[in-house]
């Protein structure tokens, strides 16, 4: 057996320097694909994020990540001609973030630079010599002058003057929006305190206060200079929102937790309720509260979104009560809440119109794996699906005067893009939305040459409905056995979608299913228990994670999925995925190298135990929570593990400790399993150089070419019945050293 491989690796190899096109059949390793496109050109197309709205008039702003130049770009109703309005034209991984109008529109303020670590430093993957650091900057709509303001986060502006309030080392700083202006901390107050909002006149500001094991609601008088503590209690009070008018303040309760811990991997009821409070006298009565069931626990995933203050003097907020992500409505006097989004879906973004009595909202309703648009209006829960089709639509906003919808919109072929669409559309007529900067797609951005992933429905070993997305390579279906690849996200609260998708990780993702595609690869992107978008019961799964790794069996149903099918080869299935995704591909090779060939691990979680030790996480008076925890870890299987694996980690990594791969290196080693390994000193979680997802891509397609196409490349050759040559007669070449350089 060993003589007949060899005997075809000399063949190969003496072909090779004869100038014979073995590509075909060893699975060529080139920048270019099978099917004519380079990895470069799926990458290349600008990434939006950030979309924002003038308070007034028809002004538009967001950030393009163009092959990782992050700028801000504009345009402006009716006709919206998009143009680039910050010039920072390098790949140096500082993200463009919390792009706000100024309340005149003259001036966007945002974020440049990233969170600070543990040890209070800004990530600075380009391992820039002079470092880097978060700053707040304005930039001027009109000409493109950039202010610098200072340093901080989350910047929220003024409704009625250039003023901002921002967060700075877990205290409240502001800074006028002008050349010269110095900021300075607004007012001194205990505790971390985050979330500034202005009051409709721009006078005072709620901010929340975190002391620990309670939190406090707080109102800074900024003509008084005086902080108002709204009924402090020994609760967690959080997300304030003013009134319209600006007299009431609404606010979120939770029950304190005291000295217990978090519970992790468990789900146990988290009861919350809806307060309203005189920002003058400081008295709160309770307008609403949750059950006590699972279900009604807050749902933390809203964010932002959790408690919005709307018109008629109504509040809308998110709860899972029936089991799925919705928006309701209650009078601030209180009584029923009533249903906004009603189905077996879930909303996902939403925004208020500006006379706030309408949501616009994203949701998977009727499409539930993919986005779609829907406005309701909020006294009567009347609501309309506003655009429909193939298409993935997401980030609504409404502009000032109210005359237009602009959001992101992509498909499976063409990736994200913003579009507009007049909220009034002529009679009887569908609206049309018109592409902004469609332009600024690269002119050789293969969409043409893109698959179409198919809709893949499954069953795990518990008769859980799984959904996935297959991609085949163009052309499939010839009688070849394809080798497979299976796609996990990360997350794990993520889904996939049937098109590129809203998140700039996984647009990046998406690509690279596109890619291998298209190198000959049947590619099983799947979205997993733990996941979002098929109900609460879907994402919290009691012995998922580290209390079980339950999730797991989706992956092996996803593979038995592919090995039902005659169009693949059952003995060259691979793996890969990043974070939440990075850990099922260790998983699945360690506990099943016998059903997985081969694993892209992008740093992934490799033992749990670790991890909630080192946080603190470990259930409260459950003995058995490490124990349980390790077992659910691909370390507790690693005398098992024999498929190679290309592991990927950067060292300041914030989400996955980077220590996480140092010990699986080890275990390998002493394992001799097969790896190779990418480490990008400096670099964070989300990989914010564009450079860096180009060189992980083509190591992970080379890494799977090496191990899931070679082996069939004996066979191959065999079939050409060609004579084997034992060595290079025209250069005196060593068989074997082309070979070595594909």
Same mark, same amino acid.
């Given at each position: 057996?060993?003589?007949?491989?060899?005997?075809?690796?000399?063949?190969?190899?003496?072909?090779?320097?004869?100038?014979?096109?073995?590509?075909?059949?060893?699975?060529?390793?080139?920048?270019?694909?099978?099917?004519?496109?380079?990895?470069?050109?799926?990458?290349? @197309? +600008?990434? !939006?994020?950030?979309? #924002?709205?003038?308070?007034?008039? =028809?002004?538009? %702003?967001?950030? /393009? $990540?163009?092959?990782?130049?992050?700028?801000?770009?504009?345009?402006?109703?009716?006709?919206?001609?998009?143009?680039?309005?910050?010039?920072?034209?390098?790949?140096?991984?500082?993200?463009?973030?919390?792009?706000?109008?100024?309340?005149?529109?003259?001036?966007?303020?945002?974020?440049?630079?990233?969170?600070?670590?543990?040890?209070?430093? @800004? +990530?600075? !993957?380009?391992?820039? #010599?002079?470092?880097?650091?978060? =700053?707040?900057? %304005?930039?001027? /709509? $009109?000409?493109?002058?950039?202010?610098?303001?200072?340093?901080?986060?989350?910047?929220?502006?003024?409704?009625?003057?250039?003023?901002?309030?921002?967060?700075?080392?877990?205290?409240?700083?502001?800074?006028?929006?002008?050349?010269?202006?110095?900021?300075?901390?607004?007012?001194?107050?205990?505790?971390?305190?985050?979330?500034?909002?202005? @009051? +409709?006149?721009?006078?005072?500001?709620?901010?929340?206060?975190?002391?620990?094991?309670?939190?406090?609601?707080?109102?800074?008088?900024?003509?008084?200079?005086?902080?108002?503590?709204?009924?402090?209690?020994?609760?967690?009070?959080?997300?304030?929102?003013?009134?319209?008018?600006?007299?009431?303040?609404?606010?979120?309760?939770?029950?304190?937790?005291?000295?217990?811990?978090?519970?992790?991997?468990?789900?146990?009821?988290?009861?919350?309720?809806?307060?309203?409070?005189?920002?003058?006298?400081?008295?709160?009565?309770?307008?609403?509260?949750?059950?006590?069931?699972?279900?009604?626990?807050?749902?933390?995933?809203?964010?932002?979104?959790?408690?919005?203050?709307?018109?008629?003097?109504?509040?809308?907020?998110?709860?899972?009560?029936?089991?799925?992500?919705?928006?309701?409505?209650?009078?601030?006097?209180?009584?029923?809440?009533?249903?906004?989004?009603?189905?077996?879906?879930?909303?996902?973004?939403?925004?208020?119109?500006?006379?706030?009595?309408?949501?616009?909202?994203?949701?998977?309703?009727?499409?539930?794996?993919?986005?779609?648009?829907?406005?309701?209006?909020?006294?009567?829960?009347?609501?309309?699906?506003?655009?429909?089709?193939?298409?993935?639509?997401?980030?609504?906003?409404?502009?000032?005067?109210?005359?237009?919808?602009?959001?992101?919109?992509?498909?499976?072929?063409?990736?994200?893009?913003?579009?507009?669409?007049?909220?009034?559309?002529?009679?009887?007529?569908?609206?049309?939305?018109?592409?902004?900067?469609?332009?600024?797609?690269?002119?050789?951005?293969?969409?043409?040459?893109?698959?179409?992933?198919?809709?893949?429905?499954?069953?795990?070993?518990?008769?859980?409905?799984?959904?996935?997305?297959?991609?085949?390579?163009?052309?499939?279906?010839?009688?070849?056995?394809?080798?497979?690849?299976?796609?996990?996200?990360?997350?794990?609260?993520?889904?996939?979608?049937?098109?590129?998708?809203?998140?700039?990780?996984?647009?990046?993702?998406?690509?690279?299913?596109?890619?291998?595609?298209?190198?000959?690869?049947?590619?099983?992107?799947?979205?997993?228990?733990?996941?979002?978008?098929?109900?609460?019961?879907?994402?919290?799964?009691?012995?998922?994670?580290?209390?079980?790794?339950?999730?797991?069996?989706?992956?092996?149903?996803?593979?038995?999925?592919?090995?039902?099918?005659?169009?693949?080869?059952?003995?060259?299935?691979?793996?890969?995925?990043?974070?939440?995704?990075?850990?099922?591909?260790?998983?699945?090779?360690?506990?099943?190298?016998?059903?997985?060939?081969?694993?892209?691990?992008?740093?992934?979680?490799?033992?749990?135990?670790?991890?909630?030790?080192?946080?603190?996480?470990?259930?409260?008076?459950?003995?058995?929570?490490?124990?349980?925890?390790?077992?659910?870890?691909?370390?507790?299987?690693?005398?098992?593990?024999?498929?190679?694996?290309?592991?990927?980690?950067?060292?300041?990594?914030?989400?996955?400790?980077?220590?996480?791969?140092?010990?699986?290196?080890?275990?390998?080693?002493?394992?001799?399993?097969?790896?190779?390994?990418?480490?990008?000193?400096?670099?964070?979680?989300?990989?914010?150089?564009?450079?860096?997802?180009?060189?992980?891509?083509?190591?992970?397609?080379?890494?799977?070419?090496?191990?899931?196409?070679?082996?069939?490349?004996?066979?191959?050759?065999?079939?050409?019945?060609?004579?084997?040559?034992?060595?290079?007669?025209?250069?005196?070449?060593?068989?074997?050293?082309?070979?070595?350089?594909?």
């Amino acid at each position: 057996m060993k003589m007949t491989r060899l005997l075809a690796l000399f063949c190969a190899a003496s072909l090779i320097a004869c100038g014979f096109n073995l590509a075909p059949f060893l699975g060529s390793t080139t920048a270019q694909s099978n099917n004519g496109f380079t990895l470069e050109q799926v990458l290349s @197309s +600008p990434f !939006p994020s950030e979309l #924002a709205a003038s308070p007034k008039g =028809e002004r538009i %702003a967001w950030v /393009f $990540d163009a092959q990782g130049k992050r700028n801000v770009w504009v345009a402006e109703g009716p006709g919206f001609k998009a143009r680039q309005l910050t010039q920072y034209n390098e790949d140096t991984g500082q993200e463009i973030t919390n792009i706000v109008f100024t309340h005149d529109g003259k001036w966007i303020v945002f974020v440049r630079g990233g969170d600070q670590n543990s040890a209070g430093e @800004s +990530p600075n !993957p380009a391992s820039d #010599a002079g470092g880097a650091r978060q =700053e707040i900057l %304005a930039v001027s /709509f $009109d000409n493109g002058s950039v202010l610098r303001l200072g340093e901080g986060d989350a910047p929220v502006v003024s409704p009625v003057n250039n003023r901002i309030v921002y967060s700075k080392d877990g205290q409240i700083w502001t800074v006028e929006v002008a050349e010269g202006s110095e900021p300075h901390q607004y007012f001194a107050a205990r505790g971390t305190n985050i979330s500034p909002q202005w @009051s +409709p006149d721009g006078r005072q500001i709620v901010f929340n206060s975190s002391r620990g094991d309670h939190s406090l609601i707080v109102v800074y008088d900024t003509e008084k200079n005086r902080l108002k503590y709204l009924a402090p209690t020994v609760d967690r009070d959080s997300y304030p929102c003013w009134s319209p008018d600006g007299k009431r303040i609404a606010f979120i309760r939770q029950p304190a937790r005291g000295t217990q811990p978090r519970q992790v991997f468990r789900d146990v009821p988290d009861p919350w309720a809806i307060l309203i409070a005189d920002p003058n006298t400081g008295v709160a009565s309770e307008v609403w509260h949750s059950g006590n069931k699972v279900t009604d626990s807050i749902p933390t995933m809203a964010g932002s979104y959790l408690l919005q203050w709307a018109a008629d003097n109504r509040l809308v907020f998110t709860s899972e009560m029936d089991g799925w992500m919705h928006l309701y409505s209650i009078s601030a006097q209180g009584g029923n809440p009533t249903l906004l989004t009603p189905g077996q879906c879930e909303y996902e973004q939403m925004t208020l119109t500006p006379n706030k009595q309408e949501i616009i909202y994203s949701s998977n309703c009727n499409d539930i794996d993919r986005r779609h648009l829907w406005r309701v209006q909020i006294s009567s829960g009347q609501g309309k699906m506003i655009i429909g089709g193939e298409k993935i639509d997401w980030n609504p906003v409404v502009t000032g005067d109210g005359q237009h919808l602009v959001f992101f919109r992509s498909d499976a072929k063409v990736p994200a893009m913003p579009y507009a669409v007049s909220t009034r559309p002529a009679a009887n007529a569908d609206p049309v939305p018109e592409p902004i900067a469609a332009e600024a797609l690269p002119k050789d951005f293969p969409s043409s040459k893109l698959v179409v992933p198919q809709p893949a429905i499954f069953k795990a070993a518990d008769g859980l409905e799984i959904h996935g997305q297959l991609f085949l390579p163009q052309g499939a279906g010839t009688g070849e056995k394809l080798p497979a690849v299976i796609f996990m996200h990360g997350g794990p609260v993520r889904q996939m979608f049937l098109g590129w998708h809203n998140r700039y990780y996984y647009h990046n993702t998406y690509a690279f299913n596109q890619y291998l595609a298209s190198r000959g690869y049947a590619v099983l992107s799947v979205n997993y228990r733990l996941g979002i978008g098929y109900g609460r019961a879907f994402r919290v799964v009691t012995n998922g994670g580290g209390r079980g790794a339950a999730e797991y069996q989706d992956v092996v149903a996803g593979s038995t999925y592919l090995r039902s099918r005659n169009d693949i080869d059952a003995a060259k299935i691979g793996l890969w995925g990043g974070s939440y995704g990075g850990f099922l591909t260790a998983l699945g090779l360690a506990r099943n190298s016998d059903l997985f060939a081969a694993g892209v691990d992008l740093h992934g979680v490799h033992d749990w135990s670790v991890r909630i030790s080192n946080l603190g996480l470990a259930d409260f008076g459950d003995r058995d929570a490490v124990k349980i925890a390790r077992e659910s870890s691909p370390v507790a299987s690693i005398d098992k593990w024999r498929s190679p694996v290309l592991l990927v980690h950067g060292d300041d990594d914030r989400n996955v400790a980077f220590s996480q791969t140092v010990d699986l290196v080890r275990r390998l080693r002493e394992q001799k399993v097969e790896f190779e390994q990418i480490v990008f000193p400096d670099e964070v979680h989300d990989f914010l150089l564009h450079r860096h997802w180009v060189e992980i891509f083509e190591a992970g397609a080379k890494f799977f070419d090496k191990h899931l196409k070679r082996a069939r490349t004996a066979q191959k050759i065999s079939k050409l019945n060609l004579p084997i040559r034992h060595g290079s007669q025209d250069t005196g070449a060593p068989a074997g050293r082309a070979l070595r350089k594909q």
